[in-house]
């Protein structure tokens, strides 16, 4: 696991888990949060949507998605049903996805706490940007570790391309392998850039939405659960 590396990102915001303190309301600690970027169309929300399936039995989870000036992708995950509606909330940015999880965290971070407020102890709270590039970030302010999910429809360019979401991000999630062979991208190529831009830091090839997809998605926000919970609040 990679739970307490640091990088420099843009604009001089530094990202890693532990970066804000651990305590939230009354002293308890607050939920692990966790962001989720990548371009648009890359299965966001559908990753959002099967770690919601998966781990709801076993966790207490929140989800905050983002959107320029819709609602669209919280109202997708309402729709499915993954979590009662209460656990549920849209941010709309009214701008680039990225100021709202990089520049100007507030409203976020406003409704991280409003879901804690309402809902008392929560275990990990997933905050979903909306669709944006390969330079999309978290603020350390905000999350405590990201995940950043691209598809090989996107082309299997995209790896070696970097940027600071491939290269930085606690998690890549090379997602839609399933589409591989219909749309010509070597996933043993992508395998290799992602594994030659990240170093150590884990990469997944997956299909979220077939069956056992989000298995290595989830199996790792377990083990940042378990070292956030066992770090000192």
Not at 122 to 136: C, F, Q, R
Not at 162 to 169: N, Q
Not at 199 to 220: H, N, R, Y
Request: charged share 25%.
């Amino acid at each position: 696991m990679h739970l307490h590396h640091s990088d420099t990102f843009p604009e001089g915001h530094t990202h890693g888990p532990g970066s804000s303190s651990a305590e939230g309301p009354g002293g308890r600690r607050r939920a692990l949060r966790i962001g989720l970027g990548g371009p648009v169309g890359s299965g966001k929300t559908a990753t959002v949507a099967a770690l919601c399936r998966t781990l709801r039995e076993e966790m207490s989870i929140a989800v905050v998605t983002n959107d320029i000036y819709t609602r669209e992708d919280a109202e997708f995950l309402l729709r499915e049903a993954v979590l009662p509606a209460e656990r549920i909330t849209a941010v709309q940015t009214g701008a680039c996805p990225h100021t709202a999880i990089r520049d100007d965290i507030s409203a976020n971070l406003q409704a991280v706490e409003d879901l804690e407020d309402r809902l008392g102890s929560l275990d990990v709270i997933l905050i979903e940007s909306g669709g944006d590039n390969l330079t999309a970030t978290f603020s350390k302010g905000l999350v405590d570790a990201q995940i950043f999910v691209i598809d090989v429809a996107g082309g299997d360019d995209i790896p070696r391309k970097g940027g600071p979401g491939v290269t930085t991000s606690d998690l890549l999630v090379i997602n839609k392998t399933d589409l591989a062979p219909h749309v010509g991208a070597d996933l043993e190529a992508m395998a290799r850039d992602a594994k030659v831009q990240r170093d150590d830091l884990p990469t997944v090839l997956t299909a979220v939405k077939t069956a056992g997809g989000i298995t290595p998605v989830a199996e790792w926000i377990r083990g940042q659960l378990a070292a956030w919970t066992a770090g000192p609040a």
